[in-house]
């Protein structure tokens, strides 16, 4: 991107408790209850992390000059969600917004608030072979808002642009919970447009590695709940290829200091009982322990780093959670999927929050 003279900014999301984690302190644009398109928004979240993007956009446009008009927001995963979130709010004029590997809920507020202004274009991107967030979702969530950007013009096309123009949802095969080159590319093109145009899929060199869906041919599909689509569990489970059997990962959970002898109801506030740091030790297979020292792994949306355990052969790693056992199995089950598939490209177990 800085070789198109596009200068790229990456903020973090502030720690928060995340229920979707067992509670535990994750950096995430805002809560989710599940990760599921049926889930209902965190409003109180979205309006806390929007008010710090609007802060940083103001920062850009006084310090160095960049007017709004020519700043994209977007990004990965909750990311993404949050900067199509961003449309339901007064937010300043972008030149567009992108959201990769992304979904808006099905009761969004982007979907019930009045379209008052003209929609930014948008820019959505999403992996065929996601078992994390379900290609179906992605879809789903670009035909809603394409249908928002219908109804904000009247269904008028007299302006220079066909209302689809506005809104354009790629998809890309045997891409996982991640992005690559084909996506960056994609992006990039349209950047360089001012995001006039959205690339074609029929140049030779993107032919076969990505999709565009007319978001016109068809009605306004429904958003679509769990219900018909595959587990993350089963998915994963059907696009690992096993190399170890699954029960050579063990696994032992403890409190992370032993010497902790403060009464658990000492520690409640209001009903709540405060989160308690654990620690999770893994024997694994010798020769996988390296690929757990060189990345981390993400389990219900928060990221955890191991260190060499207690003897050969182990790993551990220390969390907080309101719900340790909860936590750990999850972790569990992400281990194993790194253990049967070391060197999966974009595999679930390396996924940012969603």
Request: hydrophobic share 35%; with cysteine.
């Amino acid at each position: 991107m800085n070789a198109l003279g596009i200068s790229v900014h990456c903020p973090t999301a502030k720690p928060r408790r995340y229920t979707y984690a067992s509670g535990a302190l994750s950096n995430v644009w805002f809560d989710r209850v599940d990760l599921d398109i049926s889930a209902p928004e965190d409003k109180a979240g979205m309006d806390d992390s929007f008010a710090e993007l609007m802060s940083l956009i103001e920062k850009l446009e006084n310090e160095q000059g960049i007017s709004s008009s020519r700043i994209y927001l977007g990004g990965f995963s909750m990311g993404g969600g949050m900067a199509l979130a961003t449309l339901a709010r007064e937010t300043k004029v972008l030149a567009g917004i992108f959201a990769i590997g992304s979904f808006l809920a099905s009761d969004s507020a982007v979907y019930q608030s009045p379209q008052q202004r003209t929609m930014p274009r948008i820019l959505l991107a999403h992996g065929q072979s996601d078992a994390v967030v379900p290609y179906a979702w992605g879809e789903a969530t670009a035909r809603r808002l394409y249908a928002c950007s219908q109804e904000n013009s009247g269904g008028d096309k007299e302006k220079g642009h066909g209302e689809e123009d506005r809104v354009a949802f790629y998809g890309f095969p045997r891409l996982q919970h991640t992005f690559d080159e084909r996506v960056l590319s994609v992006l990039a093109r349209w950047i360089e447009t001012g995001a006039q145009s959205f690339p074609d899929v029929a140049e030779d060199c993107m032919q076969g590695e990505m999709t565009r869906t007319s978001l016109s041919s068809l009605p306004v599909a429904p958003s679509p709940s769990s219900a018909g689509l595959p587990s993350i569990a089963t998915a994963a489970a059907q696009s690992a290829s096993a190399t170890f059997p699954s029960d050579e990962v063990h696994m032992t959970l403890e409190k992370a200091d032993a010497r902790q002898t403060k009464p658990q109801e000492q520690t409640e506030e209001k009903g709540k009982v405060a989160p308690c740091k654990h620690r999770a030790v893994f024997r694994v297979p010798q020769d996988r322990v390296q690929s757990f020292l060189d990345r981390p792994v993400s389990a219900r949306g928060a990221h955890f780093s191991f260190a060499h355990g207690p003897t050969p052969g182990t790993l551990c790693t220390s969390f907080e959670s309101m719900r340790p056992e909860e936590t750990a199995k999850a972790l569990l089950e992400r281990v194993k999927s790194r253990v049967r598939d070391p060197d999966a490209t974009g595999g679930i177990d390396t996924c940012h929050p969603s």
